[in-house]
Nanobody
Framework: VQLQASGGGLVQAGGSLRLSCAASGSISSIMSMGWYRQAPGKQRELVASIIIVSGGSTNYADSVKGRFTISRDNAKNTLYLQMNSLKPEDTAVYYC?????????WGQGTLVTVSS
């Protein structure tokens, strides 16, 4: 599985960004996908996830609930993260991850910087 993330950038507080993650390879074996982020000096944390195999249920970190929306376009094999009302504390490198059950595949990360 190969993942290519894009869409990061510099935005003012209160602004919006949409991240994209294009998946290729053995994607039929993916059970769920998610967006993670890692701020300087902190551990990587799960931001949002979505079940792929059935139902499409989603899960969000408390810090982003009501502001971020995860979605997927099966026809394009692409995962999205719509980020609204961005805050300076959202500044981090954002990674998409694909859970295949026995391992997680990672994209290369895209930097999101929110200025105050």
């Amino acid at each position: 599985v190969q993942l290519q993330a894009s869409g990061g950038g510099l935005v003012q507080a209160g602004g919006s960004l949409r991240l994209s993650c294009a998946a290729s390879g053995s994607i039929s074996s993916i059970m769920s996908m998610g967006w993670y982020r890692q701020a300087p000096g902190k551990q990587r944390e799960l931001v949002a996830s979505i079940i792929i195999v059935s139902g499409g249920s989603t899960n969000y970190a408390d810090s982003v609930k009501g502001r971020f929306t995860i979605s997927r376009d099966n026809a394009k094999n692409t995962l999205y993260l719509q980020m609204n009302s961005l805050k300076p504390e959202d500044t981090a490198v954002y990674y998409c991850g694909a859970n295949q059950g026995t391992r997680i595949y990672w994209g290369q990360g895209t930097l999101v910087t929110v200025s105050s």
